[in-house]
């Protein structure tokens, strides 16, 4: 039994949602990262659960959260993006590799 369910069987709730019309699909995953201007929230050891209800798409995630600041600004990591030609992800990661703009660029450049 699940607490908070008032004693309901989990398989029980989990067919009368599907009588809703509401499904769920649990993704295996490792982690989570949610990119944002400042830096990213990085989940380790993640639950994670995609319910469909109505047509809306949901995702329900929850673990060991930790914020990552970036210590680049969006310009620095546009740039090196810009001049290289590589994803935003490639540009941050070497920044952080490097700790220079134009390292960085030589580096993904090579």
Avoid at 27 to 36: D, H, L, Y
Avoid at 37 to 53: L, Q, R, Y
Avoid at 57 to 73: K, L, V, Y
């Amino acid at each position: 039994m699940i607490p908070g369910l008032g004693g309901m069987n989990p398989k029980k709730m989990a067919s009368m949602m599907k009588q809703l019309g509401i499904n769920q699909e649990e993704i295996e995953a490792t982690r989570v990262v949610i990119e944002r201007e400042d830096g990213n929230i990085v989940i380790e050891n993640p639950s994670v659960v995609k319910i469909i209800a109505q047509g809306n798409e949901m995702w329900q995630i929850s673990g060991d959260a930790r914020e990552e600041e970036t210590g680049f600004s969006d310009e620095d990591i546009n740039l090196v993006m810009e001049k290289t030609g590589k994803s935003k992800e490639q540009a941050a990661l070497a920044l952080e590799e490097t700790g220079d703009i134009a390292e960085a660029i030589v580096k993904l450049s090579e």
